[in-house]
C-alpha cells in the first residue's frame, strides 16, 4: 500500500473509534510551541566568554558548533524546515545580538539590542518569548542573583529583569503576538543553608520590583519557574515549586511555569497540569526529558511525554498552556537534536488529538474500569505512523525515515565547514 493508501485506510480505522484525523491534524498546525535559541549552542548566546553557570550543564563536544549570530539562525532554519507545525521563538537575554564594537551589560540591554531576532522572527511569522538570564555572569555572587543578600548585586539583577520586561514588550508590539517572559534563577546553597526565609524574601521582593515595571498584561505574560535543585546548588534552591506556585497564585497576571525536569523523580507533571488548571485561567511549560536528574535530554515520544500533551489536549488547555521547549544536547548533531525534540513533541501533541477523550471519559464517569482499560490499551496501538506521515506530508518536512539524510547533508555541506 502507498503512503495516500495507509493514510486513507489509517483515517477510517480512527473513525471507527469515533476521532476525526482530519480534525486533529488540523488543530496541531494551529498549536504554537515555542522552539529555544540555546540548543543550537550549548546555552552559551552572545554576551560573555565565559563558561555556563548557574546549575546547569552541557554535556558533549560534537563538532559543528554555532558561534555567532549568523550561524546560530542559519543552524535554527535548518532546523525549522525539518519541523512540522507551528512555531514561536524562544530566546534569551544572553543572545542578544551587538553592533562590531558595542557592547551593553544585561542590566543595561535594549531593545535594540534584539532588532536581528525581531526582523529573524518577523520573516518566519513567529512570536518570540523571552527569558532574563540570571546565569554565566560575573555579577553573579556567592551563586546567588535576585535573592542576594548584597543590595548591589541584588539591584544589578532587579535592573535585569526589568529590561527584560520591556523588551517583551517590544517583542509582543513588533510581532502582535504575546510575549511570555519566564524568570527562572538557580540561587540556592551546596550545603545546609542557616537561613531559608530569607533568601525566599529577598527573592520575592526582587520579582515584585521587576514586575513594577510598567507592561501590557494583554503583551507580556511574565512566569516564575520552579525547581528542586541544580548542580552545585543540591541543598536549597531559593526558586522552590512551593515558593513560585504561591508566587504566581498570589500575584494577578503572572503565571506558574513547570519545567517536568525540575522535580523529584516520581514526580510527573502530566498530573500537575490538571492541578494547575483548576485554579490558574494561564500557565506555562518547559518540556524536557529528565534522566535520573534535569538533565535536559532531548525531547522523545516517550510515556511522560505523551501524557503531558494528552493532560493539555483532554483539559481543553491548549490555549490555556504556553508550551515551550527546553533542552540542549552538546553530544550529537545539534541541529538534529533540535529538530528531533521539536517533532517527538509534535507527534505526542498530534497523538493526544487522535484520542477518544470524550468517549474514554465517559467510561471513567460511568466506573466502567475495566472496558476503560481495553479502550486505553487498543488506542494505543492504531496506526498512528501513517497519520504522522501523512501530517509531515502535508506540513512540507521530511518523513522520519527521510530525516537523517537531511541531517548528514546539511552537517557535511555547513557544520563541519566551520572554523
Ligand atoms: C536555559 C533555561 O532558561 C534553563 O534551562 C531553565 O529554564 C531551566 O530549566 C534550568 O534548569
Ligand atoms: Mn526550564
Not at 41 to 52: A, M, T
Not at 253 to 271: A, F, I, K, Q, R
Not at 279 to 297: C, N, Q, V
Request: aromatic share 10%.
Amino acid at each position: 500500500m502507498i503512503g495516500k493508501e495507509r493514510f486513507e485506510s489509517a483515517k477510517e480505522i480512527y473513525a471507527s473509534y469515533g476521532v476525526d484525523v482530519e480534525a486533529a491534524m488540523e488543530n496541531c498546525m494551529k498549536a504554537p510551541v515555542a522552539l529555544h535559541c540555546w540548543q543550537g549552542d550549548d546555552v552559551i548566546g552572545f554576551d560573555h566568554d565565559g563558561p555556563l553557570t548557574g546549575g546547569i550543564q552541557t554535556t558533549g563536544d560534537y563538532p559543528g558548533k554555532a558561534k555567532t549570530p549568523e550561524q546560530l539562525m542559519q543552524d535554527m532554519d535548518k532546523a525549522i524546515s525539518l519541523m512540522p507545525g507551528k512555531k514561536k521563538l524562544n530566546l534569551h537575554a544572553s543572545y542578544a545580538v551587538f553592533e562590531p564594537g558595542e557592547f551593553a551589560d544585561r542590566d543595561k540591554i535594549e531593545p535594540k539590542h534584539f532588532r536581528k531576532w525581531v526582523e529573524f522572527a518577523k520573516e518566519r511569522n513567529m512570536g518570540i518569548d523571552f527569558n532574563p538570564t540570571f546565569f554565566s555572569h560575573d555579577k553573579i555572587k556567592d551563586g546567588l542573583t535576585l535573592s542576594s543578600p548584597d543590595e548591589e548585586t541584588r539591584k544589578f539583577w532587579i535592573e535585569h529583569g526589568k529590561a527584560c520586561v520591556r523588551i517583551s514588550q517590544y517583542f509582543a508590539e513588533e510581532t502582535g503576538v504575546p510575549c511570555v517572559m519566564n524568570i527562572w534563577t538557580g540561587d540556592g546553597f551546596k550545603d545546609v543553608p542557616a537561613d531559608r526565609m530569607g533568601p525566599r524574601m529577598r527573592y520575592k521582593d526582587s520579582i515584585e520590583q521587576i514586575l513594577s515595571e510598567p507592561y501590557d498584561r494583554d503583551k507580556v505574560k511574565p512566569c516564575v519557574e520552579s525547581k528542586v535543585f541544580g548542580i552545585g546548588v543540591e541543598a536549597y534552591t531559593a526558586g522552590s515549586a512551593e515558593f513560585t506556585l504561591s508566587f504566581a497564585a498570589t500575584h494577578e497576571g503572572c503565571l506558574p511555569l513547570m519545567d517536568n525536569g525540575h522535580y523529584h523523580p516520581t514526580e510527573v507533571v502530566s498530573d500537575k497540569i490538571p492541578a494547575l488548571l483548576c485554579f490558574f485561567p494561564e500557565i506555562a511549560l518547559h518540556i524536557t526529558r529528565p534522566i535520573r536528574w534535569d538533565s535536559d535530554h532531548v525531547v522523545l515520544f516517550d510515556d511522560e511525554t505523551k501524557e503531558i500533551a494528552k493532560e493539555i489536549v483532554r483539559c481543553d488547555g491548549l490555549n490555556r498552556v504556553y508550551m515551550a521547549l527546553d533542552y540542549f544536547d552538546a553530544s550529537i548533531n545539534r541541529v538534529s537534536a533540535w529538530a528531533m525534540g521539536f517533532r517527538s513533541w509534535q507527534k505526542a501533541l498530534l497523538s493526544a488529538m487522535c484520542m477518544p477523550h470524550a468517549q474514554l471519559k465517559k467510561l471513567q464517569d460511568e466506573s466502567r474500569m475495566t472496558e476503560l482499560m481495553v479502550e486505553q490499551e487498543a488506542v494505543k496501538t492504531l496506526p498512528f505512523g501513517d497519520i504522522w506521515n501523512e501530517y509531515c506530508r502535508r506540513c512540507g518536512v521530511v518523513s522520519d525515515k527521510e530525516f537523517y539524510g537531511e541531517i548528514r547533508k546539511y552537517e557535511e555541506e555547513v557544520q563541519l565547514k566551520r572554523g
